[in-house]
Every structure is written in C-alpha cells, then in structure tokens.
C-alpha cells in the first residue's frame, strides 16, 4: 500500500533563516505531488505542484520554491523565511493518470512556526 | 478559473442528528468531488468522493449527493457522534485541473461540532 512521509513534524525557526521541509512517497510510482500550506483556522493554499521529476508548476509567488530531485520526493524550501510563512504545511500524492480527477493524499503535515 | 464556496461556516447537531454541509461550484466541467475531514491539528483524510456521472453515493452513516445542473453537492451525516467533530472541506476538479492544471479547488471548510 502507499505511504506518504513528511518531516519534520514540527519546526520553530527565526525569522530570515532557511527552511527544508521534504516528502516522500512509498508504494507508488510517478505520483503527483502537492504542496499546500494552512494557516491557522483556515482552508488549504495550494503553493506548489509536480507531475514528474523536475516538473514544478508554482501556484502562489511567494519567497518558498520546491523541487523534485527524485520520482517519489518533494522538497520545499526557503532562503529566508518570514513571519507570514508560519502555518500547517502539508505534502499530498495523487495517482497520475494524465488527468487531475483523482483522490489526493495528504501526509501528516509540519507545523512550523517563525518567531 | 473553478471556485468552490462551502456553506455553512460553522455548524453544531445534537449526537444523533443529521448534518448536512453543501457546497457549490462554478465550472461545468468538473467532474470529481471529493470530501475530505480533518481532525484538530491531523491531516485531512478523505473520507468520501463522487465523480460527475453519479448523482448519490453512500458509505454507512455518510452519504455525497450531486446536481450537476445546479452545480452543487452536498455532504449528509446521519446519526452524527462526538468523533463526527472536525472541519469538513468540499473540493472540485477538472479532469485538466482545477483552476489552472493540477489542482483540487478546496471550499472554506465547515467546523462541526456534535453535542452529546
């Protein structure tokens, strides 16, 4: 069956320092992936998506990238992070069909908070 | 592009209630409705799905309906529990995508929160 990992759980950074959070994926191949990020008490901000490696397609300008270096993982990444970058970040998968109608998975999210 | 709008915002039941959460969308093309729950501070799980070509389905106490002439789908919880409580979000693809290509347009969410 497929799982899907996400670390860290929970992150505190300073504001201005750099940020990694990765993905991956199990049991699966050539999945698309999904960043999206929830502020507190709020729905779901599609910031990034992939359907293959090194195909990254941005939903949001902001000062976040991701990227894809292998089939199943998903990185995002910051040079310098700001207060408004806190929030529930969370990594999903969906079955690549060619099409986008299909469930998404998420994993269990890293909380990250900037002080 | 799609936009979804999820009413209501907040909705409380006594256990054993029903609850009913709806939602609209704006393009006719999308054809996939998923519904997902997530608990306080968990990951949404999806706890339900409809694609364009049914317009019922049920899965125990939950149950998806869809009028795809109105462009609406509703969410229907019978004989709701105290784990019923969390934040349910509707969502509606394309089969291309959502607004732009590769994405699920998700609603607001709706808190419920079930009464023993």
């Given at each position: 069956s497929q799982t899907i990992h996400q670390w860290p759980a929970t992150l505190v950074q300073p504001v201005g320092s750099p940020l990694s959070l990765e993905c991956t994926v199990e049991g699966t191949s050539n999945p698309n992936l999904y960043w999206y990020r929830q502020a507190a008490g709020r729905g779901l901000q599609l910031l990034f998506y992939s359907v293959g490696i090194g195909q990254i397609s941005s939903e949001v300008p902001q000062n976040l990238s991701a990227s894809r270096p292998q089939d199943r993982q998903f990185i995002l990444s910051s040079k310098k992070l700001l207060l408004s970058d806190s929030g529930f970040y969370l990594c999903a998968w969906s079955v690549s069909?060619?099409?986008?109608?299909q469930p998404q998975h998420f994993g269990d999210g890293t909380r990250l908070s900037i002080l | 592009g799609e936009n979804v709008e999820q009413h209501p915002s907040t909705l409380s039941v006594q256990e054993g209630d029903s609850a009913v959460i709806k939602c609209t969308y704006s393009d006719s093309a999308s054809n996939y409705f998923p519904w997902y729950k997530q608990e306080l501070g968990k990951r949404p799980q999806l706890i339900i799905d409809i694609r364009s070509n049914v317009g019922e389905k049920k899965d125990q106490r939950i149950a998806v309906t869809l009028n795809k002439t109105a462009k609406h789908f509703s969410l229907h919880i019978t004989e709701t529990q105290p784990e019923d409580s969390a934040v349910y979000f509707c969502a509606a693809s394309t089969a291309l995508g959502?607004?732009?290509?590769?994405n699920l347009i998700f609603g607001k969410g709706t808190k419920l929160s079930v009464k023993p």
């Open positions: 069909t060619g099409t986008f109608d | 959502g607004g732009s290509q590769g």
